[in-house]
């Protein structure tokens, strides 16, 4: 069992940064494929980016490749997503995942195992 709790989101300009935090506990955290996804109001939920268990491998979403970086700190247990350039249609509830398997692309929601709760993020124009 892994518990997700993910932070740093808010209300941000267009061209602004914002760095998600996801913590997790209660599992080994290096043994999970991690990831984020959004979901925009009248959306599905959508793949941001991934990171493999060592971190040797970060698949993104075209929309956010240049954009966004995400990293892991296993001694930390916790994943990152910075997020910079940030454009209006970025805005969306933030959701970090873990999965079992390995992925070296982007996965679907249905690949994870393990949600957050979610934190909104608003970029306003």
């Known amino acids: 069992q892994v518990q997700l709790i993910e932070s740093g989101g808010g209300l941000v300009q267009a061209g602004g940064s914002l760095r998600l935090s996801c913590a997790a506990s209660?599992?080994?955290?290096?043994?999970?494929?991690m990831g984020w996804f959004r979901q925009a109001p009248g959306k599905e939920r959508e793949f941001v980016a991934g990171?493999?268990?060592?971190?040797?491998?970060?698949p993104y979403a075209d929309s956010v490749k240049g954009r966004f970086t995400i990293s892991r700190d296993n001694a930390k247990n916790t994943v990152y997503l910075q997020m910079d350039s940030l454009k209006p249609e970025d805005t969306a509830v933030y959701y970090c995942?873990?999965?079992?398997?390995?992925?070296?692309?982007?996965?679907?929601?249905?690949?994870?195992?393990?949600w957050g709760q979610g934190t909104q993020v608003t970029v306003s124009s």
């Open positions: 209660g599992s080994i955290f290096s043994s999970f494929t």
């Open positions: 995942a873990a999965a079992y398997a390995t992925y070296y692309t982007s996965w679907r929601p249905n690949n994870a195992k393990y």
């Open positions: 990171i493999t268990r060592s971190g040797g491998v970060t």
